[in-house]
C-alpha cells in the first residue's frame, strides 16, 4: 500500500495519456482511502498525547 505508486499511475495517466479522473477512479478511491486512514490514525495518535 505505497501512496507513491497510485500518485504516479494518476499523474501518468492524465498528464501523458490524457484521462479523466473518473477514467483512474480505482487510483482516487485508493489514495483517499489511505488519507482518510492516515488522518485517523493521526488524530487518535494526537488525543492520546494530548490526555
Known amino acids: ?3 507513491l505508486r497510485h500518485d504516479i ?3 501518468r ?3 501523458i495519456k490524457g484521462a479523466t479522473i ?6 482516487t ?3 483517499a482511502g489511505l488519507g482518510a486512514l492516515v ?3 493521526a488524530s487518535l495518535r494526537f488525543r492520546k498525547r494530548i490526555a
Open 9 to 11: 499511475e494518476l499523474t
Open 39 to 41: 488522518l485517523t490514525a
Open 22 to 27: 473518473s477514467d483512474l477512479w480505482t487510483q
Open 29 to 31: 478511491l485508493a489514495l
Open 1 to 3: 500500500m505505497n501512496p
Open 13 to 15: 495517466g492524465i498528464m
